[in-house]
Structure formats: structure tokens, C-alpha cells
């Protein structure tokens, strides 16, 4: 007897121990949990989670003596549920109630097991031929039919509730129908951390959807700090291209031409201009006739033509000068006769 007491002692310090030196302490229900998979669970999480399983009164006993050096504590001991079993970490609660689901497995449920969650039978075509298995689904609460043959399933229908019992029949149908609603592997009920009890239901967070719910919370925040004015290293680029926007538009609106808005005022201009011509009926379509293309052979033949002008003219400036050296010689002769003395011409005429 006193050997018993001693070892109830002596787990029951060493339970308190381990609440006052972890900061996360965690209730597990350890109920269809099988052995092999179990020392799995142990292994993988040796080097982060120290995990301890003992007699319901046992621990409670424990958490009473802790609760003065950890306020609150105390109301980890409703969770203590099933085959309850402790554990303690410095892990962020989350991320190990992440890691536990990740590493359970499915299940075919049995008789007299708690169901984990409502157990769903949608409705849809099944494999079953018309017979005796349309009054074994009824028994479950399922509405059926026959179609094509086979027997269908009418209607959704929830046939064992979450914490229910699962009886034998609905586990036959359950089996046979190839749904495995039992999750093998620890679950976490609650977890302690700094007073504040974090139950399953808020432990179990969609990754996937809080990703999704930051960003759309980080855009809503953007458009708001942009709408609003208020600069940060974030929204202040997208308020200046905003203000440039804006000063561009009512710079267009009130035709004030710069480098930025003459190409836009003068798109602008046209288009007036085309719908004023469109009400005064003008066609600004028109055109002037093309001109006659010169074909190359042509042109050839035009610059042939051209160039003997040009030559032609040195001669004909050089022509002048000619014909004034012709009329200046017999000027000379003339005068030359003028001057022969009166003497010559009369021995001349002798």
C-alpha cells in the first residue's frame, strides 16, 4: 500500500513539475488511439512535446497544486476527456495542433466508438443492388430510391452526431458504403497558454484561407490608405501616380496646355472638330487630286534634258566677248587710216 502511495506521489510532482516549466500545456484524448501508431507519435515529436498519460484523478491533483504559479489552469480540466493524457511544449499552440492533424489518418468507424465530428452520409447513387440493404439505410435514417438499378441515396443526412455513440448498424452501412470517418491519431482537445484556454475548434485553422485573409485584408488597408491620403512606405507611390491622375485630368478638363496634356488636348480638338464638321455637314474625308507620278524611266530623261542648259551657258557667255574683239579691230584700222598724212594720200593718187 505505501509502495502505491509513493508511486502516485511521485507522479503526481512530476506532473506539477512539468505545468509550472512548459508555457503551453495541452489536453490529448488518446481513446482509439493504437499502440503502433502511437510510439510513431512519440518518436516524431520527442525532440518538442513531452507527452504523459496517467489516471484522470492523478493529473487533476496535479493542476490543483500548479494553479498558483499558473493562473487559470485549472479550467484545462474539463478537456480532460476519453483516455486523457497531458502534453507540454514551448511550440506555438497552432503550429503544433497543425502538426498533430497532419499526421492523422482515417479510419473505418466501430461499434460503440465516440463519433469525432458529425458523420455525413451524402446523398447519391451506391453499388447496392435492390433488396434487403434498402431497409438497412432507412434504419440509419437515409431516404433512397432506385435508379438505373441500383439503389440511391436521396437526401444528405447526418446519421451519428459529434460526442454520439456509433452503433453497430450504422458502422456496417458506414463500412460498406466505404466512408472511414475516425481520424487515427492524438487529439489535441485544449491547449493552455499565458490564462487563455485555446479550444479545438479555434486551434483548427484553414492555412490556405488565413493566407487568402491577410492579403485581402493587407489590399483593404492599401486602398484605404490611399483613398484617405495617408502616405506610408506602401501607399505613397500609388498617391502620387493618383495626384498626377488627378492633376492631369482637370488639366485637360480645363485645356491648361503643357508637356503632359497637348497631345491629349489636341486629340481633344480634333474630335470636336470632326463633330462639329459632322452637324455642318462637311466632309473632311476630301482630298486633294495625287499628282501624277513621274515614272523613273522619265525622270531619267528629264534630268538628260536639263543637263545640256546648264553646259550651254558658259558658251554663250563666252560668245560676247568674242564678237567684242571682232568690232574693236577695224575701230582701230579706221582710225589708222584716219591719221595718214594729207602728203601720203596725194603721192599716193599720183
Given at each position: 500500500m505505501a509502495h502505491i502511495v509513493e508511486y502516485k506521489t511521485r507522479v503526481v510532482d512530476e506532473f506539477t513539475k512539468l505545468i509550472k516549466e512548459y508555457p503551453i500545456v495541452g489536453a490529448i484524448n488518446m481513446e482509439n488511439m493504437p499502440s503502433p501508431q502511437l510510439q510513431v507519435m512519440r518518436a516524431t515529436l520527442r525532440d518538442t512535446v513531452v507527452m504523459k498519460m496517467s489516471k484522470r484523478r492523478l493529473m487533476r491533483i496535479a493542476i490543483e497544486k500548479a494553479k498558483k504559479n499558473k493562473p487559470g489552469i485549472e479550467k484545462i480540466e474539463e478537456y480532460l476527456k476519453g483516455m486523457p493524457a497531458m502534453i507540454f511544449t514551448k511550440e506555438n499552440p497552432f503550429k503544433l495542433y497543425s502538426k498533430l492533424k497532419k499526421?492523422?489518418?482515417?479510419?473505418?468507424?466501430?461499434?460503440?466508438?465516440?463519433?469525432p465530428k458529425d458523420i455525413i452520409i451524402n446523398a447519391g447513387p451506391t453499388q447496392f443492388s435492390p433488396g434487403p440493404v434498402i431497409s438497412e439505410l432507412g434504419a440509419c435514417g437515409l431516404k433512397t430510391?432506385?435508379?438505373?438499378?441500383?439503389?440511391?441515396?436521396?437526401?444528405?443526412?447526418?446519421?451519428?452526431?459529434?460526442?454520439?455513440?456509433?452503433?453497430?448498424?450504422?458502422a456496417s452501412v458506414l463500412t460498406r458504403l466505404g466512408i472511414e470517418p475516425m481520424e487515427?491519431?492524438?487529439?489535441?482537445?485544449?491547449?493552455?497558454?499565458?490564462?487563455?484556454?485555446?479550444?479545438?475548434?479555434?486551434?483548427d485553422i484553414d492555412e490556405d484561407k488565413f493566407k487568402q485573409d491577410l492579403q485581402n485584408a493587407a489590399t483593404w488597408a492599401l486602398n484605404l490608405a490611399v483613398e484617405t491620403g495617408y502616405p506610408t512606405k506602401d501607399s505613397?507611390?500609388?498617391?502620387?501616380?493618383?495626384?498626377?491622375?488627378?492633376a492631369k485630368g482637370l488639366a485637360v478638363e480645363q485645356e491648361i496646355m503643357c508637356d503632359t496634356t497637348a497631345e491629349l488636348l489636341l486629340?481633344?480638338?480634333?474630335?470636336?472638330?470632326?463633330?462639329?464638321?459632322?452637324?455642318?455637314?462637311?466632309?473632311?474625308?476630301?482630298?486633294e487630286a495625287p499628282k501624277p507620278e513621274v515614272k523613273p524611266a522619265e525622270k531619267a530623261e528629264e534630268k538628260k534634258q536639263e543637263q545640256p542648259k546648264e553646259k550651254a551657258k558658259p558658251e554663250a557667255e563666252q560668245k560676247p566677248e568674242a564678237k567684242e574683239e571682232v568690232k574693236e579691230a577695224p575701230k582701230d584700222e579706221v582710225k589708222k587710216e584716219e591719221k595718214v598724212p594729207d602728203s601720203q594720200k596725194q603721192e599716193g593718187g599720183n
Open positions: 499526421s492523422k489518418s482515417s479510419a473505418p468507424a466501430k461499434a460503440g466508438q465516440t463519433a430510391g432506385v435508379e438505373n438499378g441500383k439503389v440511391a441515396i436521396k437526401e444528405d443526412a447526418v446519421v451519428v452526431k459529434e460526442g454520439d455513440e456509433i452503433k453497430a448498424n450504422v487515427v491519431g492524438l487529439d489535441l482537445v485544449a491547449v493552455y497558454e499565458d490564462g487563455v484556454i485555446y479550444t479545438k475548434d479555434i486551434l505613397i507611390e500609388l498617391m502620387l501616380g493618383k495626384a498626377f491622375n488627378d486629340s481633344k480638338a480634333e474630335a470636336q472638330a470632326k463633330s462639329l464638321a459632322g452637324e455642318a455637314n462637311i466632309d473632311l474625308t476630301k482630298k
